[in-house]
């Protein structure tokens, strides 16, 4: 072989070791996957796509003494009393991105579900399916689809993971209705001390298969964090060397007129519901506070509007920072004003103990719930531990 043929021989061999060398550095440099566990969540990344896999239970005891000849489902005689133990919340949550980092998803499915006051688990079914559209990068511009929380009320907005008290309050499901489906556009803006929310939903509550008439539902929230971003968590495991403060202004339009059938003689009643809400919080070196108003005027199919106004205050303090806490709740609404002495009242308190924050946790309450127009109390005594892997 001639020199030149062994010289190119000599560079064609050391241009194959160079690119070899080199196809290696860069698979060495870019991993297939990541596989984790960060915070209560197991994590699967790559380059184009990220899940977040999580599960949290709530195992309780209950002890309900009525007063009042109230009647409790399940027990022989009204003013038993009962004692259960049960699954209250199972929920297998799966969030992330795929394609870009902008486009989010969340999935989550509810295993069992109980009522407050007793009533036996029941399979609860698809809770959220959405989408969501970072169109800004930045967070200022979102647009969310599918099937989730509608932006009216801060405790509803604040999942049951994240409470103070085992449960929400008797407001709850009464003024605010949770899960819907629809869209909604929403961010944070000016310098993240803004955040707005506005959506379109069915008006009839989640896994409905079609709108139950030719209305939809209107939703508006907007809450402003003077001191920086106010974690939907009641307890205060965020303030350090500073409050931290949030002030939101809040409304919602659903008309539930539709035709219904009623029983022989009877009607019954749907209303076109206007709610206006504004709720305050306070979180400083452990202690917190919440409040909650919300004015609504009812139109029934039939009869005179009315108003029928509610609100919630609820505080809480570490005794032993994000570890052991006691909380307090105050709450009251009135079902009509047009009918007199039909108020519904709950007061209580709360103490919990923090292993690994809301992610293993150990709880009690103790609340008394009174309804003036039956002239009903109900007691309840309840020990609830989550464990959210």
Not at 244 to 250: F, K, M, N, T
Not at 335 to 350: K, L, N, R, W
Request: charged share 30%; proline share 4%; glycine share 8%.
């Amino acid at each position: 072989m001639s020199g030149s043929r062994r010289a190119a021989a000599a560079v064609l061999v050391l241009g194959i070791a160079v690119r070899v060398a080199g196809d290696e550095a860069d698979d060495a440099k870019k991993k297939p996957f990541e596989l984790y566990w960060k915070e209560g969540q197991t994590v699967f990344r790559t380059d184009d796509f990220q899940l977040g896999l999580s599960n949290r239970i709530q195992f309780r005891f209950e002890r309900l003494t009525p007063e009042n000849d109230t009647r409790i489902p399940g027990t022989a005689q009204p003013g038993d009393s009962i004692s259960t133990f049960k699954i209250r919340r199972a929920k297998t949550q799966l969030e992330g991105w795929f394609w870009k980092r902008e486009i989010q998803f969340e999935l989550q499915i509810g295993w069992a579900g109980s009522d407050a006051t007793g009533g036996s688990a029941t399979f609860s079914g698809l809770e959220d399916a959405l989408l969501n559209w970072d169109a800004s990068k930045s967070g200022a511009f979102m647009v969310q689809v599918g099937q989730f929380k509608v932006p009216f009320g801060r405790q509803e907005l604040t999942s049951s993971e994240r409470q103070q008290f085992v449960d929400r309050s008797i407001l709850s499901g009464e003024f605010t209705r949770s899960r819907d489906v629809g869209v909604q556009v929403w961010g944070r803006v000016a310098s993240d001390k803004l955040e707005y929310r506005a959506g379109v939903f069915n008006g009839n509550g989640r896994n409905r298969p079609i709108n139950d008439n030719d209305k939809l539902q209107y939703d508006a929230r907007l809450t402003f964090e003077p001191f920086g971003p106010v974690g939907y968590s009641e307890s205060d495991f965020e303030s350090k060397d500073r409050p931290l403060v949030a002030l939101a202004l809040e409304f919602e339009d659903n008309d539930n007129a539709r035709a219904t059938s009623a029983p022989p003689g009877g009607f019954v009643a749907n209303f076109h519901d206007t709610t206006f809400g504004a709720d305050v919080v306070l979180k400083y070196r452990g202690f917190s506070a919440y409040g909650e108003l919300f004015l609504r005027e009812r139109d029934p199919e039939q009869g005179e509007s009315f108003d029928s106004d509610g609100y919630v205050i609820q505080s809480g303090c570490f005794l032993k920072r994000d570890v052991f806490e006691l909380a307090f709740r105050y709450a009251s609404w009135d079902p009509s004003d047009a009918t007199p002495g039909d108020d519904q009242t709950e007061i209580g308190g709360a103490a919990n103990y923090y292993f690994l924050k809301h992610r293993l946790k150990l709880q009690a309450d103790y609340r008394s719930v009174d309804d003036d127009a039956q002239d009903r109390n109900l007691k309840e005594l309840r020990f609830q531990l989550q464990f959210v892997f």
